[in-house]
């Protein structure tokens, strides 16, 4: 009995998975299967190339873990194949080598590093910046410029990173609502053009 369950649980996490950052799906009464059909109709990646980040940001995440365990805290956000790291790593060698790492995962494209050296974050310091993301969220979704998940948000110490395959005129509107959004302390910009 206890290995069905534990297996229905990971098929539910890895089903689920996808959702996260998906709020607004949620708010407006589209279920979790339709919910992750929509987020890949409405994505300007293909179908392909979203599991694909997803498969990407999860052999990271293990690679990462394998080698350095507890000795920092990083995040890895992957977008059209392209990796935002973020976090905290103790010495300028760790940072390199998680560069590394992730560079030699299958179909990625590239590693942007914005980790910081330093001692890892606080769970308050977490807790704000997943507070400030989620404004920033409901502001874009308030402004109705544009389709909100183009745009993948992450915040790590009040600086808002964007990532997506946007316009122009998106891209400017998204570092302007999120660069005036309360608690924001930088936007940097981490996009593909499509014009």
Request: net charge positive; hydrophobic share 40%.
């Amino acid at each position: 009995m206890q290995p069905i369950f534990k297996t229905s649980y990971l098929t539910w996490l890895v089903l689920l998975l996808p959702l996260t950052g998906c709020a607004p799906m949620v708010a407006m009464g589209v279920g979790a299967g339709a919910g992750t059909g929509a987020m890949v109709v409405e994505d300007r990646r293909t179908s392909g190339i979203f599991i694909e980040d997803e498969s990407i940001e999860l052999k990271s995440s293990k690679r990462l873990h394998e080698q350095f365990g507890n000795q920092a805290h990083i995040n890895i956000t992957s977008f059209n194949r392209i990796v935002l790291l973020t976090g905290e790593a103790p010495t300028e060698a760790l940072k390199e080598e998680a560069s590394k790492l992730v560079r030699s995962i299958e179909n990625v494209r590239n590693v942007i590093n914005e980790i910081t050296i330093g001692g890892k974050s606080s769970l308050g310091s977490r807790s704000n910046d997943t507070f400030i993301t989620s404004k920033v969220k409901s502001r874009f979704l308030a402004s109705g410029k544009f389709q909100i998940n183009h745009i993948k948000i992450v915040t790590e110490k009040g600086v808002v990173f964007l990532l997506g395959v946007v316009k122009h005129a998106e891209a400017d509107n998204a570092v302007e609502i999120a660069r005036s959004t309360s608690g924001v302390a930088k936007v940097v910009k981490v996009f593909e053009y499509l014009d």
